[in-house]
């Protein structure tokens, strides 16, 4: 028989202990009763005593009252009164044996439940002791599972690390994955009965693990279907933006180091792509909130790319600012100014230049000093961003919306192998360049304008070397089903553009990954405008945002679909921006 655990021994023998003194507490009880009847008998052998004493001095007051006529019945009465006070001596005596019986036997019962209370006692101490052994076991026992969890997660991270190695080698598209929590339009705004409502607000998509979704496939009749997508990393519907950035934020270091970057918010309307690349869109400022933990990519990447060319050298880096929308299939410039210099959208088109890259002639190009004049730019241009509210989502987006920074990295080849007078003239010479580009790109309309103006400007630009690698935030538009959106009219056209860009997309993530001879990137301006991105010239992660409603499951399962598609496709490694070589001095 195994020995019993040692929580289950300790709850024995407290019950144990609780039965003997419930039987202890009886018997005292008995003992209260029995004391009361002896007591009782003590005061019915006073009333007899007391009445034999008055019988007594009754019989002397008759016996000296009547004299000798008295005499033969006194013996009799004498005799009888005799016989009464021997019964009752012999009644108290019986009284008296019984009580001392029931003393004694008081006495041994109450040593017999000491002893047992005394055991149980003993018991209770063992049983704690071996809790203590356990629980010092336990304790171990946790500290290992501590050590093989840190050791897991440490193994985790290299894994993860060799992934994202793989992915870079082989090109792939990062692909990340959001569940947002459950909202109150959820179920409002949908003529339903309770019963079908209730069942559309069922959360059928997890977050598995950090690399997992899982969602519960069900129609009414049929087994349910659990199915499984994989991805770099899926966020559940409690992390932060914090979180969030965090996993992004590693991307960013290689804008400074020669790569062009991409991150895009792909999903369904409602599923909090806006929010996750913006954060909380307020009616006047969108970044005004006073939780910064609320910020969205777009704002946190902004400063994250300021705090890393803040830590170069002054003066070796410029940031420009560009954003548009691509909006019914037509691409408008939101910083455009008109002659008053207020903002209004102004239409581009894109075109392939000659190195067969996207381009948008004539695109504004603000150059930015700090992460605040960027987001200044990016708010006034919101404003401009086309909304309009659905059955589905009160301030959906019907625009796809990119903001670009691109940034001009600065540096002289002629520093190489040069005396100390030529590299500190080189120096000067790189500072005044520096500092001069961009007050004339701000002078201007668009960077294509910006020339030196003077023959030492044209010089000293001719010496310098420039990269220019960008970051291309993308809030793209959500997919939606007319039938449950609600749409008419210009919306119903607008959700019609929506979702053939977003096909042609797919369309052309579809063709890289099968490696076809042409990739149809101009059957949409938006995959024209994002060429270069999708193509293969910049590292890009997909934000997936999900809703985890039974409501939307069809929508979901497309933009799992989608994104599982899109981390299939191998571009070959991303070119990395270098440097001119500079040719030697003839």
Not at 165 to 186: A, Y
Not at 440 to 468: C, F, G, H, I, Y
Request: charged share 25%.
């Amino acid at each position: 028989m195994r020995p019993r655990s040692g929580p289950d021994l300790g709850s024995v023998w407290a019950q144990r202990l609780r039965q003997l003194e419930q039987r202890l507490r009886a018997k005292e009880e008995r003992i209260v009763v029995l004391e009361t009847e002896n007591a009782a008998l003590h005061l019915k052998l006073a009333e007899y005593q007391g009445l034999a004493g008055r019988s007594t001095h009754e019989v002397l007051q008759l016996y000296s009252a009547h004299g000798q006529q008295q005499k033969l019945q006194r013996n009799s009465v004498v005799t009888q009164l005799h016989g009464a006070i021997k019964r009752f001596k012999q009644d108290l005596k019986s009284l008296r044996s019984f009580a001392f019986e029931l003393s004694k036997k008081f006495q041994r019962q109450s040593q017999t439940y000491l002893y047992q209370i005394l055991t149980a006692v003993q018991g209770i101490q063992l049983q704690n002791e071996a809790m203590q052994i356990f629980q010092i076991k336990a304790f171990d026992l946790e500290q290992s599972l501590q050590e093989v969890t840190e050791r897991y997660e440490k193994e985790k991270q290299k894994r993860r690390a060799l992934h994202n190695s793989l992915v870079e080698l082989r090109g792939n598209i990062r692909v990340h994955c959001r569940i947002r929590p459950l909202l109150p339009f959820d179920t409002a705004g949908h003529s339903i009965s309770q019963d079908r409502q209730r069942t559309f607000s069922e959360k059928v998509a997890y977050a598995a693990d950090d690399e997992t979704v899982l969602v519960k496939c069900s129609r009414p009749g049929h087994t349910s279907i659990n199915k499984t997508f994989q991805f770099e990393r899926v966020y559940n519907a409690s992390e932060s933006q914090d979180t969030v950035f965090a996993d992004v934020a590693p991307l960013l270091t290689s804008l400074l180091d020669g790569y062009n970057v991409c991150i895009m918010a792909y999903g369904q309307t409602g599923s909090g792509k806006t929010y996750t690349m913006l954060g909380p869109q307020l009616e006047n400022f969108p970044f005004s909130i006073e939780d910064e933990s609320e910020l969205g990519i777009i704002p946190r990447a902004t400063q994250e790319v300021f705090r890393l060319i803040s830590e170069k050298p002054s003066g070796s880096y410029w940031v420009e600012v560009s954003v548009v929308e691509v909006y019914n299939n037509e691409i408008f410039d939101l910083l455009a100014k008109d002659s008053c210099g207020k903002v209004f959208g102004v239409k581009r088109d894109v075109v392939t230049n000659r190195e067969g890259k996207s381009d948008v002639p004539l695109l504004t190009h603000e150059t930015v000093e700090n992460a605040s004049e960027v987001l200044h730019l990016v708010s006034k241009s919101l404003q401009l961003r086309v909304r309009h509210p659905t059955l589905v989502h009160a301030h959906s987006s019907r625009s796809h919306l990119v903001v670009t920074l691109t940034i001009t990295t600065v540096d002289s080849g002629e520093n190489f192998g040069t005396s100390w007078e030529e590299e500190q003239t080189s120096q000067r010479l790189n500072k005044e360049v520096s500092c001069t580009f961009p007050q004339k790109m701000r002078d201007n309309k668009s960077t294509s304008s910006s020339r030196p103006s003077s023959p030492a400007q044209l010089e000293a630009t001719e010496k310098m070397k420039q990269v220019k690698t960008r970051l291309q935030l993308v809030d793209l538009a959500g997919s939606e089903c007319v039938g449950m959106s609600g749409v008419t009219g210009a919306a119903l056209r607008e959700t019609s553009f929506i979702n053939r860009s977003l096909s042609a997309l797919a369309d052309v993530l579809g063709a890289i990954a099968e490696q076809r001879s042409h990739v149809p990137y101009r059957n949409s301006k938006l995959t024209h405008l994002l060429q270069d991105s999708v193509g293969g010239d910049a590292k890009l992660l997909v934000m997936l945002c999900i809703s985890p409603d039974q409501k939307y499951l069809t929508e979901s399962m497309q933009s799992l679909g989608f994104g599982t598609r899109a981390r299939q496709v191998q571009r070959g490694q991303v070119k990395k921006k270098n440097f001119p070589v500079p040719s030697k001095a003839k």
